[in-house]
């Protein structure tokens, strides 16, 4: 596609349910990257894929966290026994690391809200 | 480990003026060095970046950013600032050589009265 999609754009949780929040990058963008904004702050980094590959996921803050992308495209966030602190939008952000062009695109982000 | 220091939390300019916006990082070598816009409820914008060579460099909307190696800063600027410019700016740093995470600074809120 043209830019990177995220969905939900908006989701509310109880406290203890399990989300799962979806990118879609750029089309042939084999970099991915997952990004948490707590309010007022700057995007922290969660994970980074190349293609299928999770090559980094020390950002991550718990083994609550986990994030997948099979088949090297599409990724999911998934957050299990969600908790009032996980509250934040998530962002999502796709590159295509050729040469010198840290071309990151961001996706509009899923905001969650967790009650 | 790097960082990002965005001294300025909130500034406000009118609009027409010029604008600054100061960003600081710690790193051992010369980074990747972006600034980002967030407009409310919006994801984040690339304006400009810095890899090498010439050390102003020029993005959309007006921007412009030079990048000091003596001060460690890389700061925004514009001429002359439009109400549409207010947002919040994030400056960010990546590792060089590679596909990297980036290292974002806390943001500068700008507010920009008519």
């Known amino acids: 596609g043209a830019g990177v999609s995220q969905s939900p754009r908006y989701k509310v949780a109880k406290r203890g349910q399990d989300v799962a929040l979806r990118c879609d990058p750029i089309?042939?963008?084999?970099?991915l990257f997952w990004y948490q904004q707590a309010l007022g702050q700057g995007p922290e980094f969660l994970t980074y894929?190349?293609?299928?590959?999770?090559?980094?996921k020390s950002g991550l803050p718990s083994d609550r966290f986990f994030a997948e992308r099979p088949e090297g495209s599409v990724s999911t966030l998934k957050i299990q026994r969600t908790q009032q602190e996980d509250s934040a939008v998530y962002l999502c952000?796709?590159?295509?690391?050729?040469?010198?062009?840290?071309?990151?695109?961001f996706g509009s982000g899923t905001r969650l809200t967790v009650v | 480990a790097q960082s990002v220091t965005q001294p300025d939390i909130h500034i406000t300019v009118s609009e027409g003026a010029s604008l600054e916006l100061r960003c600081n990082y710690s790193?051992?070598?010369?980074?990747?060095l972006f600034w980002y816009v967030q407009s409310p409820g919006q994801g984040l914008q690339l304006l400009l970046k810095?890899?090498?060579?010439?050390?102003l460099v020029q993005g959309i909307k007006g921007f412009e950013a030079e990048f000091k190696r003596s001060q460690s800063s890389f700061n925004l600027r514009k001429p002359s600032v439009h109400w549409s410019d207010a947002a919040e700016y994030f400056c960010a740093v990546a590792l060089t050589g590679t596909a990297s995470k980036l290292t974002f600074g806390t943001g500068t809120r700008l507010q920009v009265t008519l």
């Open positions: 089309s042939g963008h084999v970099s």
């Open positions: 810095y890899f090498s060579g010439d050390t």
């Open positions: 894929f190349q293609n299928e590959a999770q090559l980094d």
């Open positions: 790193y051992g070598a010369t980074p990747y």
């Open positions: 952000a796709s590159s295509h690391p050729t040469g010198s062009d840290y071309g990151y695109t």
